[in-house]
């Protein structure tokens, strides 16, 4: 099976390009910038070129390609609106897959987003989903809460560096899943027939608010952290602002998806069918605990070793 990722660069993507380069599988990766995706074609993916904003570049690369994953998304600093990138483009990219007869497409949404139409990237997922649903592919779509790895930039590292950690509040759990875990369910989901044109949750084994996790780090690193509150009233006034200025539109739309995470909602729900229909263990995903744990232990480890270094560089200046 030949498969075609986009966001192969991203923090899924090129876990999921791993997973499907260990598992055997032919992997072209859909990029525009090769000198970033470099270290994909180390691993051994083939690269293509694509913009998903020059919608001529896409049906070029689904020739010899048996199943798409996009795992791609617009990102903040983008000087493009998302309606143009996670839209309009993706439409095309359904339609030239139908065209090209794609046996499997894997799309990720954001789990409850049919809960916020006012939401802009909500809302954007939740249309997608709908175009899939009446694709007529063979679509899976794997709806995410949130990822281990963004907490290290989020809590962990600020906390390291003894820096301000930003909250807009602690009223929401999320349940949070390691990306090697996401990558882990997709590709196995690919060998799954069953998993054709279902809507399939991946979220940790837990829950977690802003304030459980920074106490863990807290605990782990053996550091006290700095916390600073932003109002909603400030977040408000951000989102407003933003929207007013074309290249901010990408920044104000996320700054909503923020203001979601201070309503209170629970980001959770059962992954049992997940396991029964992928034939998988329930015990499948990483604990927070565990990855935090790791991730401290390796960093301490570093400082041990470069201050040992430091302490050899003064002892041999001072002879």
């Not at 691993?43 to 791609?72: K, Q």
């Not at 997922?125 to 281990?148: A, C």
Request: glycine letters at 6%; a positive charge; proline letters at 2%.
């Amino acid at each position: 099976m030949s498969l075609l990722v986009l966001g192969g660069t991203g923090t899924l993507g090129r876990q999921i390009v791993r997973k499907a380069l260990d598992e055997g599988f032919q992997v072209k990766c859909f990029v525009r910038n090769f000198r970033k995706a470099a270290f994909l074609k180390e691993w051994g993916a083939e690269l293509v070129y694509g913009d998903l904003n020059i919608a001529e570049t896409i049906p070029l690369t689904l020739f010899g390609i048996t199943a798409i994953i996009d795992a791609s998304t617009a990102r903040p600093n983008d000087l493009y609106n998302t309606q143009q990138i996670d839209l309009y483009s993706k439409y095309i990219l359904i339609e030239a897959a139908k065209k090209a007869k794609i046996e499997r497409y894997i799309f990720f949404s954001i789990l409850n987003a049919h809960k916020y139409p006012d939401i802009p990237l909500m809302d954007l997922k939740v249309k997608i989903e709908n175009k899939l649903h009446k694709s007529g592919l063979n679509y899976t779509i794997f709806t995410l809460g949130g990822f281990f790895q963004g907490l290290i930039r989020q809590y962990a590292l600020p906390l390291l560096e003894k820096q301000t950690i930003w909250l807009t509040g602690d009223m929401t759990s999320i349940a949070y899943i390691d990306t090697q875990d996401i990558a882990k369910f997709v590709i196995r989901s690919l060998s799954i027939s069953q998993a054709s044109k279902k809507n399939l949750p991946l979220v940790g084994d837990s829950t977690w608010t802003s304030l459980e996790i920074i106490k863990l780090c807290e605990t782990l690193s053996g550091q006290q952290s700095k916390i600073s509150k932003v109002p909603i009233y400030f977040l408000k006034f951000a989102r407003e602002f933003t929207n007013f200025f074309q290249w901010s539109w990408n920044i104000s739309e996320r700054l909503a998806f923020t203001e979601v995470l201070n309503q209170g909602e629970n980001f959770n729900t059962s992954m049992q069918e997940v396991y029964n229909l992928l034939q998988m263990q329930n015990n499948a995903t990483t604990k927070l605990e565990i990855y935090l744990q790791e991730y401290f232990a390796k960093v301490m480890k570093k400082l041990k070793e470069l201050n040992y270094k430091l302490s050899e560089v003064s002892n041999k200046t001072e002879f």
